[in-house]
């Protein structure tokens, strides 16, 4: 059991943190306690990746639409730093942070763990052209943040 955390805890976090990078740490609590409740049976590692995955973004939108969050004022004037891994490049990580999430998580699924739209459309149980279409409004957002 706690080689499958382990093995998932970094793409959990980097997900939940794309989603809210101050409540990433109560995503990554509650997909982990909905591991151990659960204990899900994994075909393999691709099954239970994309199963941490699909999860996070479950509980990251969960989180957005509880009423507590509805009717609390947001915090969305503080910027939201995201770690993909490239320092010198703070431009595309704030272009990056402006994305909706679902642009988000595609963006990063697609580009920093290189899965392929078919992969991301079974992680997000969407289908693939739903994924090209996200891919191609985060590409265009992204490119009048960057031109801007």
């Given at each position: 059991m706690t080689e499958?955390?382990?093995?998932n805890l970094d793409v959990v976090y980097k997900i939940a943190r794309m989603q809210s990078a101050n409540d990433a740490d109560d995503i990554v609590q509650e997909v982990f306690?909905?591991?151990?409740?659960?204990?899900?049976?994994?075909i393999n590692t691709e099954h239970e990746r994309a199963w941490f995955i699909r999860t996070t973004t479950h509980r990251a939108r969960n989180l957005f639409k509880s009423a507590w969050r509805?009717?609390?004022?947001?915090?969305?004037?503080?910027?939201?730093?995201?770690?993909?891994?490239?320092?010198?490049r703070n431009e595309v990580r704030e272009?990056?942070?402006k994305l909706s999430s679902e642009a988000r998580t595609v963006v990063y699924l697609y580009y920093?763990?290189?899965?392929?739209?078919?992969a991301i459309a079974n992680i997000?149980?969407?289908s693939p052209s739903a994924v090209k279409k996200r891919?191609?409004?985060?590409r265009e957002k992204l490119k009048t943040i960057l031109e801007e």
């Open positions: 499958i955390i382990s093995r306690l909905e591991y151990i409740r659960r204990t899900p049976q994994f509805r009717r609390v004022e947001s915090l969305d004037d503080v910027p939201i730093i995201i770690d993909f891994g490239f320092e010198d272009a990056l942070a920093f763990e290189q899965q392929d739209v078919s997000l149980q969407i891919l191609q409004r985060a």
